[in-house]
């Protein structure tokens, strides 16, 4: 099992990102799919997940309306796409496989929003 993030990089308040998480070794279909996000000295938290089988997407407050979760199963590729960023979204971020009592974790993309 792989999950390979990518897609972050220095992105000024007001702009946008599309991360990638790019995943092998199981169906995507049938695992719940996660980002979060850890910011230098401050716990990992959950910014938006999608559902196995239909696909039902949950977001945290803080980014409810600016950022989109989407699920590609023939590319086998889960997507974050971030809107009007803030300086509050940067992070290094993470995605995660959760199902079947496994759970995956990838490696992290930095996302840094700045002027």
């Not at 000024?12 to 991360?19: A, E, F, M, T």
């Not at 997407?57 to 971030?82: E, P």
């Amino acid at each position: 099992v792989q999950l390979q993030a990518s897609g972050g990089g220095l992105v000024q308040p007001g702009g946008s990102l599309r991360l990638s998480c790019a995943t092998s070794g199981f169906t995507l279909d049938e695992y719940d799919i996660g980002w979060f996000r850890q910011a230098p000295g401050k716990r990992r938290e959950g910014v938006s997940c999608i559902s196995s089988g239909d696909g039902t997407t949950y977001y945290a407050d803080s980014v409810k309306g600016r950022f989109t979760i989407s699920r590609d199963n023939a590319k086998n590729t889960v997507y974050l796409q971030m809107n009007s960023l803030k300086s509050e979204d940067t992070a290094v971020y993470y995605c995660n496989a959760n199902g079947y009592g496994d759970n995956y974790w990838g490696q992290g993309t930095q996302v840094t929003v700045s002027s």
